[in-house]
């Protein structure tokens, strides 16, 4: 079927993109809360306290988008009442590009997740954030080697050697010495 062309279809659609891209993430946010549950407990790395085990942060994370996603949908409801008493707004027309980036960068995250496992945190993330920057627009040579490098290795700093959060370190066996 597709977005209608009808005055108040395109605000429809958008509604209804806002609310699957909302049960994806919070699809994403139950698979982390079952992981710490079941996987990370096994292993031993979700046994300690709260700010003393591997899954605080993504635990933390999950609250994180949980709320967000919250407000988020709490705001796009109010957005739709109001918009449905308006005239077609040339900003959904737009709307298949901006779904085609959220699933792109979706599918970077699922990636990302994947190479957590494979070749450990400090060369996924520098590939995620620099698959970021170049998706959202980026395109400054400085920016995209920089800003990974940053992002990367200040978190790397924060978690692994302030909080000491145990980065997953790949096959290969690659971290920082903390």
């Not at 699957?20 to 699809?27: D, G, N, P, Q």
């Not at 710490?36 to 591997?54: E, F, K, L, W």
């Not at 707004?89 to 792109?104: K, N, T």
């Amino acid at each position: 079927m597709g977005i209608q062309s009808t005055e108040d279809g395109p605000v429809t659609a958008r509604l209804v993109a806002e609310w699957v891209v909302a049960v994806i993430f919070l699809i994403i946010v139950a698979i982390v809360f079952q992981q710490i549950a079941t996987n990370m407990a096994d292993q031993g790395i979700a046994s300690g306290g709260a700010y003393n085990d591997a899954a605080s942060y993504p635990r933390a994370l999950a609250i994180a988008i949980a709320v967000l996603l919250a407000a988020r949908f709490g705001l796009a409801l109010l957005r739709h009442r109001r918009a449905m008493a308006a005239p077609y707004d040339q900003e959904a027309a737009a709307l298949g590009a901006r779904a085609g980036r959220a699933l792109a960068l979706l599918a970077l995250f699922a990636l990302y997740l994947v190479g957590l496992g494979t070749v450990g945190y400090l060369l996924s993330s520098l590939v995620l954030v620099t698959a970021v920057l170049a998706l959202c627009g980026e395109r400054r040579l400085l920016w995209l080697i920089g800003v990974p490098l940053v992002v990367t290795f200040g978190l790397s700093i924060v978690f692994g050697g302030l909080v000491n959060v145990v980065l997953p370190r790949g096959q290969f066996g690659i971290a920082l010495p903390w």
